[in-house]
């Protein structure tokens, strides 16, 4: 065992190989073990809990303990706690097919743990996206390595004391430091490599990779659509889009991005928004349960956001509040409707990660397809309205990394379900047993019976081997060779 070193400077190849030879020595973890681990991490975040929101609330300058709770420690207790419950069920050997002609032997999948991965995590869920893919691969009998997002400084540094306190380093081990030192990060040979971020950042931690062969999970984002259907403007529509749209003040990677409304509907959905932004926070942004932007740079930026739109024409609507009480907690930016802007604007093109929601309406649903396909498949498609045929044609004719049907961001908790986007919304999985299997390397096994048939089929060939093509094949190979 060695200590966990929080200086950048530490060489992550020495680390890396250390623990790899720990995994090598100690041979895949039982069980028992895996369970044991598990446990353990499932402990230390009950015990440093208090710890991560305090940290979480420094870092983003104000986010409400209950939604750090909600959205961080629940997501990642419910997590550990499925992949304790599923755990026999996802290591026992699956059995496979065996073709006629190998009827007497057995075969088999085993999954066995890659060995050692790589975890890269992003600032917006510093917490939960950082542990949930470690339970994966502590589950899976790896040993992992993780880099914390330098955006959230004070959570990343919990997150190395919880978990230098709770595992050796040749277990698990936390890496900080800043771009230089993530860059650095993903050009290890890693067994496996899990990143959560940004599309543009996403490509370079794939190019890096690619030196080494070393297979990835790209959890990334995107422009995720929201459809009403024609009269689905309800309030329950609306609490449900409030609710994915500002949790967290929107810097969330499946929170609804822009919204396509019926034409006639256009006018309700407004109304319907500012009175759901009202009852979740009837104070404004000022609430004690609103989130503020994390840093002067992401705030900047959409408010140039909306600022571009509303030079191009789009009618900017701020909900619930004035713009001099948003002004009066730091970095906190009032939710924020932009109707109307046209494909030219920059907030119609760019993932927006805050509380702002463009709006814009359709007449039919093949509009809406259209528009959809015309642009990078997103992570998450949205659907609200009767499952009739115009529900059932959007599904069939786009693709998204998950759906929701008359709910936002809830099939994220879906434990059973993989969560990952395609395309340029990322690659791969790592919740349900998709996660565990991404993590894990199937390896084909056939066991040999007593009675060897395929051996009647080497050479020297004769009658027996005609026979033997002929019941695969058809047809009388030697009368055609002769032929």
């Not at 090598?24 to 446990?39: F, N, Q």
């Not at 992003?122 to 502590?138: D, E, K, V």
């Not at 994390?294 to 571009?308: A, G, P, Q």
């Not at 001099?324 to 927006?352: F, K, N, Q, S």
Request: glycine share 10%.
């Amino acid at each position: 065992m060695f200590p966990a070193h929080p200086n950048p400077s530490f060489d992550m190849a020495v680390l890396l190989e250390r623990q790899r030879s720990a995994f090598l020595k100690d041979g895949p973890p039982s069980l028992e073990e895996r369970k044991a681990r598990l446990k353990r991490l499932r402990a230390a975040v009950l015990t440093h809990r208090r710890e991560v929101g305090d940290a979480i609330n420094a870092d983003f300058g104000h986010r409400s303990r209950h939604e750090t709770d909600i959205m961080e420690i629940v997501g990642v207790i419910q997590s550990i706690d499925y992949l304790t419950r599923n755990l026999r069920c996802f290591m026992k050997p699956e059995r496979r097919h065996v073709g006629l002609l190998y009827r007497a032997g057995r075969a088999h999948v085993e999954y066995q743990p890659k060995g050692i991965i790589g975890v890269m995590a992003p600032w917006n869920y510093p917490f939960s996206l950082t542990m949930i893919p470690l339970a994966t691969a502590l589950a899976s009998g790896n040993r992992a390595m993780l880099k914390p997002s330098e955006l959230t400084p004070r959570t990343s540094e919990v997150i190395r004391r919880m978990l230098e306190g709770g595992f050796p380093a040749d277990e698990v081990a936390v890496v900080l430091g800043g771009p230089d030192v993530g860059a650095a990060f993903s050009r290890l040979p890693f067994d496996h490599l899990l990143f959560t971020g940004s599309a543009p950042v996403g490509r370079k931690v794939m190019k890096a990779a690619s030196d080494n062969l070393v297979p990835l999970t790209l959890e990334l984002g995107g422009k995720s659509p929201t459809i009403v259907a024609r009269g689905h403007v309800l309030g329950q529509t609306a609490d449900s889009i409030v609710f994915g749209k500002l949790s967290n003040s929107g810097q969330t990677c499946v929170a609804p991005d822009y919204a396509l409304v019926h034409e006639d509907d256009l006018d309700t959905f407004i109304t319907q928004f500012g009175a759901s932004v009202a009852r979740f926070y009837p104070s404004g942004p000022t609430s004690r349960d609103y989130t503020s932007i994390v840093n002067d740079r992401h705030y900047d930026r959409l408010k140039n956001l909306i600022e571009d739109a509303r030079t191009r024409g789009a009618r900017v609507i701020e909900v619930g509040v004035t713009p001099e009480r948003a002004a009066e907690r730091a970095r906190t930016l009032a939710p924020t409707l932009i109707v109307g802007a046209g494909d030219d604007a920059a907030i119609m093109r760019e993932e927006i990660f805050g509380p702002i929601l463009p709006v814009r309406s359709y007449r039919t649903i093949d509009e809406v397809i259209d528009y959809v396909n015309a642009r990078p498949r997103p992570l998450a498609l949205y659907y609200f309205g009767a499952r009739d045929a115009d529900c059932e044609k959007l599904l069939a004719r786009t693709t998204s990394g998950n759906v929701g049907i008359n709910n936002t961001m809830i099939h994220v908790a879906q434990d059973d379900l993989p969560f990952g986007g395609i395309g340029p919304s990322g690659m791969g999985a790592y919740h349900g047993i998709e996660g565990f299997r991404a993590m894990s390397h199937a390896k084909g096994v056939f066991v040999q019976g007593r009675w060897n048939l395929p051996s009647l089929l080497r050479a020297p060939f004769g009658k027996i081997t005609d026979l033997a093509l002929k019941v695969k094949l058809g047809g009388d190979l030697r009368s055609k060779q002769r032929g």
